[in-house]
């Protein structure tokens, strides 16, 4: 498959994989606006901190390295023991629930059964629904590799939907139930995403005269199964390999994506109340960030991993296909020149989108707390504020930071998301085209993040509150950022391709968001928006969209287009 042609279908399934994070988020963003007016902040905190820990956890030990290994490009695959590969997931995830199971209900503490009960129930049913996910990963794996998009629209649709709606509908009749609605529905969505997997390969293995059923490894359904054979081994022992890599280094990462919450969990730093505003206003800074550059990481490293060869630098990838004649092809030369003009163009789009959202988030803070959640998020806790009063007409300092809080985490975060938004596109072309070896080197790289991370995050939690979990990531995320640019300045060294000129905006772009975060800066403390119809009033909220408005004027200007025919626009839209 040429390089143009993965490109076509990386671009069609970032930009499916956009719009569905786009219906889901607003759909999830909706339903826990309406569930924080109806239950209490506590089980928030219980379901979306400790409950999904333990979830994202298992998913994510068990899955993460083989998902990565089996998806990479390699000369010769036999898909049979690529399969085998991808069945260890399953007892690797019972392992892995059961463990992190018993530590959940053992070792850590236990909420009051009278203000939050059933949790028990929710730790077996959230665990059990990590395993039945895991089912469908060979199928997950085979979709990817051969870009069935519409497939993993339709089945994540069908399974957030129903899960929303479950949702709401036991919230709203029986909010009694507490832990029991968030589980049930966890483990509907798990179902379902797994049958509409299963379901459609049936139908299309099914169908012999099928075009996608001829190009698939497979024939039949019981192809899909693990085997024995004599003739070869159960895996390809190069995969497992680099999967063992991946799982090392995956087990760092998880640390570093989900370590506020670790520390929340084991080290008793917040409440579950406080652990539950904290998470809301981290969703609600993280909404952009999932919506976009999570879908654009997860497709282009499938491109980049697709295009490039491991263990061969920029150069070597040149010599990489030599034709018998001595006459050089010109694919591999393509693929170089493809994946650097992407990822230049990937680097620009991220710069560009993180800083619109650090700019003016700055400001819009308070007023998008208020909107979502109402006084509890933009102004913290009204009760407080009155006993901690002496004198009506003068606040006192610490009445006033709690009423601060929920906006200087926002604001905070939105710094954060532009160092997610860079490190996602490096990391994503990183990963892709290390060696073994080099990722053996970056797990070291990764412990140290990892070990400094948990230090750093409880010494700015003591010290400043819960925004000193964004510092923290703040700071592992910039040495993160360091690492991947250096790999790449190495990658393309000896080339003449220089992608990290993406990173170099327009003097005249940077100027205008420097004079639009000022102005908006200066709008808010003159006239503080802090409900809708005040930002709707205010006419300087309309510089919003000048950066956005030079860049469609003159787009190549502000963002390198790919080279023709295939635009970074096609890749967007």
């Known amino acids: 498959m040429r390089s143009q042609e993965v490109l076509g279908q990386a671009a069609r399934l970032a930009s499916s994989g956009l719009l569905l994070q786009v219906v889901f988020r607003l759909i999830t963003f909706v339903l826990n606006a309406f569930i924080l007016r109806i239950l209490s902040k506590e ?37 049979s023991q690529t399969l085998n590969l991808l069945w ?13 199971g018993w530590v959940w209900l053992q070792l850590l503490d236990v909420p009051d059964p009278n203000v939050i009960p059933h949790y028990g129930t929710g730790v077996l049913v959230f665990g059990l629904s990590a395993v039945v996910e895991l089912l469908g990963e060979p199928f997950w794996v085979l ?49 379902v995403l797994v049958l509409c997997y299963v379901i459609y390969f049936t139908k299309l293995l099914g169908s012999p005269e099928s075009t996608k059923q001829q190009a698939l490894p497979v024939s039949r359904m019981t192809d899909m199964l693990p085997r024995i054979t004599r003739s070869r081994a159960f895996v390809n022992w190069e995969e497992a390999k680099l999967t063992w890599s991946f799982f090392k280094q995956s087990f760092l990462k998880q640390i570093l994506t989900e370590g506020e919450r670790y520390v929340m969990t084991f080290l008793n ?58 006459f050089p092809l010109p694919r591999p030369q393509e693929d170089v020149a493809v994946a650097a003009a992407v990822l230049e163009s ?8 993180g800083l619109t959202i650090t700019v003016f ?104 509150g819960s925004v000193g979990f964004i510092l923290a990531n703040c700071f592992n995320m910039g040495i993160r950022i360091t690492q991947s640019l250096c790999f790449i ?20 772009l940077l100027g205008t968001f420097a004079l639009s975060g000022g102005v908006t800066s200066l709008s808010e403390v003159r006239l503080p928006a802090v409900t809708p119809r005040a930002f709707a009033a205010c006419p300087l909220s309309l510089i919003l969209g000048v950066p956005f408005v030079l860049c469609l004027k003159q787009p190549d200007k502000y963002l390198l287009p790919l080279p023709p025919p295939i635009k970074l626009w096609d890749i967007i839209l």
């Not at 990937?346 to 989108?353: I, M, V």
């Not at 710094?415 to 060696?435: D, P, Q, R, W």
Request: hydrophobic share 50%; proline share 3%; glycine share 6%.
């Open 43 to 79: 089980i928030v905190g219980i379901v979306n901190v400790r409950l999904t820990l333990l979830y994202s956890t298992t998913i994510f030990l068990a899955r993460e390295a083989f998902r990565r290994a089996c998806l990479s490009r390699g000369a010769q695959r036999d898909w």
């Open 88 to 100: 260890l997931t399953v007892p690797l995830g019972v392992f892995w629930s059961l463990f992190l």
């Open 143 to 191: 979709a990817q590799a051969h870009m069935f998009v519409k497939l993993k629209v339709i089945a994540e649709s069908l399974s957030v939907i129903l899960k929303s709606i479950l949702t709401a509908f036991l919230v709203l009749w029986l909010p009694y139930w507490g832990l029991y609605i968030f589980s049930l529905a966890q483990l509907s969505y798990t179902t």
């Open 269 to 326: 730093v917040l409440n579950f109340g406080d652990q539950g505003v904290y998470d809301i206003v981290n969703n609600l800074g993280s909404l952009v960030a999932r919506l976009i550059f999570q879908p654009i990481e997860e497709s282009f490293y499938i491109f980049f991993a697709k295009v490039l060869e491991r263990e061969k630098d920029a150069t070597l990838q040149k010599q990489l296909m030599i034709h018998p004649t001595s």
């Open 346 to 353: 990937l680097l620009k789009l991220a710069l560009l989108a």
């Open 361 to 464: 988030g700055f400001a819009y803070s308070q007023l998008a707390l208020d909107i979502y959640g109402g006084a509890m998020l933009s102004s913290g806790s009204e009760q407080l504020t009155i006993n901690l009063q002496v004198d009506p007409h003068v606040p006192s300092a610490f009445s006033y930071q709690m009423r601060g809080a929920g906006p200087i985490l926002l604001r905070a975060y939105c710094l954060y998301v532009l160092l997610l938004a860079i490190n996602g596109v490096t990391e994503c072309f990183t990963f892709a085209a290390m060696s073994k070896e080099e990722v053996d080197r970056y797990n070291f790289t990764m412990l140290a993040l990892s070990s400094s991370f948990l230090v750093l995050s409880y010494l700015l939690t003591r010290w400043c």
């Open 489 to 508: 300045h190495r990658y393309y060294q000896k080339s003449p391709h220089r992608p990290l000129a993406g990173l170099c905006l327009s003097p005249v």
